[in-house]
């Protein structure tokens, strides 16, 4: 009798569970099929019309303007191109407004919203991004879209979406600069006595938390307004500017750093000597070659634009430096030459004037073997040997001079090739230190004024 019990015990709780299961699932399709029902009593065929605009606010009036409020959630920023001056983005954009004509019973708070996938079963505000280059939905493995009504009659939209958006760009202190890139959107076809777009209270801007940049930090983001008058009218338009910070360190290393070290190398001709012509020249060419191959390389990721760009004036001037290294060899090379001949001429001048001499005393070997000449008591003014007493009088006579640091240090190297070199060896590097302190200077303090 007690097993019996026992086994009828577990029979009668089964069925329970099995009554119970039963109910729920038969009240779940009871909610469906109400649900169901709301959606035919409110989309049905004869009782709403996609094509008609709602009403003002509260439907106080029909003609007044359909207020949209806008939100989005900025997923990812894939790309900031700068020769095509545009970048690109992945976002959740929202859109909010009251339909009046879409209130439905929410059986005691339980049905809380209806939700569509096909946008076009209710009124949709005709908003389009007016600095688009390109654009497509994601409908990976079902579209990214869907459509909630709430029991009062608000309908939210939301979708996920790509976009290549234009952003003109001023260059002028790149790489040293911020760009500002805007995302704009606006009404096509309503005017703002039909349709007005806001920006959703609080926080209508969201971006990820992890949002990474190769080049560029997003700094801000600042949202306004941009409503546009044409002939047909004046439109409601919305826009999100974005703050991008371009990242320098990338460029110091990739093109800073090298360009002083050509700069550097291109000294090392001035250390050599005179006459490693061979070693000096192809130095020079290499050194300017390779610099000019780097400026043609920055300016291909670039756009031709009219102005002087900041890492112009950098690529520029390091250039120059270059080809003035290779200047400076060839009048080093110009001035060795002059000085050899120089030197030629002295040496043929000395052995005229000793071949003189030579001849002189030979001559007077010859006449004091025949006759005795008398040297006169006075001398008269044109006597050479006055004329030296004479000036090494007015050499003793002058006050003494000065002594010239620079000159007395330049005459340790007795040739001008020479001295040359040593003066391009300080005047080169002192030069190009006070380049770099005017450049960094002015263009750090510009990108401040600019912020």
């Given at each position: 009798m007690?097993?019996?019990?026992g086994h009828?015990?577990?029979?009668?709780?089964?069925f329970?569970?099995?009554?119970?299961?039963?109910?729920?699932?038969?009240?779940n399709?009871?909610f469906?099929?109400?649900?169901?029902k709301?959606?035919?009593?409110?989309?049905?065929i004869g009782?709403y019309d996609?094509?008609?605009?709602?009403s003002?606010?509260n439907g106080?009036?029909?003609d007044s303007?359909?207020?949209?409020?806008v939100?989005m959630?900025?997923?990812?920023?894939?790309?900031i191109d700068d020769?095509?001056m545009?970048?690109?983005?992945?976002?959740?954009?929202?859109?909010?407004?009251?339909d009046?004509r879409?209130k439905?019973?929410d059986?005691?708070?339980?049905?809380k919203?209806?939700?569509?996938?096909?946008?076009?079963?209710v009124?949709?505000?005709?908003?389009?991004f007016?600095?688009?280059?390109?654009g497509?939905?994601?409908?990976i493995?079902m579209p990214?879209?869907y459509?909630r009504?709430?029991?009062?009659?608000?309908?939210?939209?939301s979708?996920?979406?790509?976009?290549?958006l234009a952003?003109?760009?001023?260059?002028?202190?790149?790489?040293?600069?911020?760009q500002?890139?805007s995302l704009?959107?606006a009404s096509?076809?309503?005017?703002?006595d039909?349709?007005?777009f806001?920006w959703?209270?609080?926080?209508p801007?969201?971006?990820?938390?992890?949002?990474?940049?190769?080049?560029?930090t997003?700094e801000k983001?600042?949202?306004?307004y941009?409503n546009?008058?044409?002939?047909t009218?004046?439109?409601?338009?919305?826009?999100?500017?974005l703050?991008?910070?371009?990242?320098?360190?990338?460029?110091l290393i990739?093109?800073?750093?090298?360009?002083?070290?050509?700069?550097?190398?291109s000294?090392?001709?001035?250390?050599?000597?005179q006459?490693?012509v061979?070693?000096?020249?192809?130095l020079?060419?290499t050194?300017?070659?390779?610099m000019?191959t780097?400026?043609s390389?920055?300016n291909?990721?670039?756009?031709?634009?009219?102005y002087t760009k900041?890492i112009?004036?950098w690529t520029?001037v390091c250039?120059?430096f270059?080809?003035?290294?290779?200047?400076?060899?060839a009048?080093?090379?110009?001035a060795s030459?002059?000085?050899l001949?120089r030197e030629?001429?002295k040496?043929?001048?000395?052995?005229?004037e000793?071949?003189?001499?030579?001849a002189?005393?030979?001559?007077?070997d010859t006449?004091s073997?025949?006759?005795f000449?008398?040297?006169?008591?006075?001398?008269?003014?044109g006597?050479p040997?006055?004329?030296?007493?004479?000036?090494q009088?007015?050499?003793?006579m002058?006050p003494p001079?000065?002594?010239n640091c620079?000159?007395?240090w330049?005459s340790k190297f007795?040739?001008?090739s020479?001295?040359?070199?040593?003066?391009?060896?300080?005047?080169f590097?002192?030069?190009?230190?006070?380049?770099?302190?005017?450049?960094?200077?002015?263009y750090?303090?510009?990108?401040?004024e600019?912020?």
């Amino acid at each position: 009798m007690i097993m019996g019990s026992g086994h009828c015990f577990w029979a009668i709780f089964y069925f329970a569970c099995l009554c119970s299961a039963s109910l729920a699932n038969n009240a779940n399709i009871n909610f469906r099929e109400r649900e169901k029902k709301v959606l035919d009593q409110i989309l049905g065929i004869g009782k709403y019309d996609a094509r008609i605009r709602p009403s003002g606010i509260n439907g106080t009036a029909s003609d007044s303007a359909t207020v949209v409020r806008v939100n989005m959630f900025l997923r990812s920023i894939s790309k900031i191109d700068d020769y095509k001056m545009e970048y690109s983005v992945q976002l959740t954009f929202r859109e909010q407004w009251l339909d009046e004509r879409l209130k439905f019973n929410d059986v005691g708070g339980r049905l809380k919203y209806l939700t569509l996938t096909e946008a076009n079963r209710v009124w949709m505000p005709d908003l389009f991004f007016s600095n688009e280059k390109e654009g497509h939905f994601h409908n990976i493995i079902m579209p990214n879209v869907y459509i909630r009504i709430f029991p009062f009659g608000s309908v939210l939209y939301s979708i996920r979406i790509s976009l290549t958006l234009a952003c003109p760009m001023n260059l002028k202190l790149y790489p040293l600069d911020r760009q500002v890139c805007s995302l704009r959107m606006a009404s096509y076809g309503w005017t703002t006595d039909d349709l007005v777009f806001l920006w959703k209270e609080g926080d209508p801007v969201q971006v990820v938390k992890n949002l990474h940049l190769p080049r560029f930090t997003l700094e801000k983001f600042l949202t306004d307004y941009c409503n546009s008058k044409t002939n047909t009218g004046e439109y409601s338009c919305l826009k999100v500017d974005l703050l991008f910070k371009r990242e320098f360190s990338y460029y110091l290393i990739q093109i800073y750093i090298p360009c002083c070290m050509l700069v550097i190398v291109s000294w090392v001709s001035f250390w050599l000597d005179q006459g490693a012509v061979p070693a000096r020249v192809s130095l020079g060419v290499t050194t300017l070659l390779t610099m000019a191959t780097q400026t043609s390389g920055i300016n291909a990721s670039l756009p031709p634009v009219s102005y002087t760009k900041a890492i112009d004036v950098w690529t520029g001037v390091c250039l120059t430096f270059v080809f003035g290294a290779l200047l400076e060899f060839a009048l080093v090379n110009y001035a060795s030459r002059s000085d050899l001949h120089r030197e030629n001429m002295k040496k043929k001048r000395r052995e005229l004037e000793q071949a003189s001499l030579d001849a002189a005393s030979d001559l007077l070997d010859t006449d004091s073997n025949a006759t005795f000449a008398m040297k006169p008591l006075v001398r008269h003014p044109g006597d050479p040997l006055a004329l030296e007493k004479l000036r090494q009088c007015e050499v003793h006579m002058q006050p003494p001079k000065r002594p010239n640091c620079c000159r007395s240090w330049l005459s340790k190297f007795p040739t001008r090739s020479k001295r040359i070199d040593v003066i391009s060896r300080i005047t080169f590097p002192l030069v190009f230190a006070l380049f770099n302190l005017v450049y960094w200077s002015t263009y750090l303090f510009r990108e401040e004024e600019e912020n």
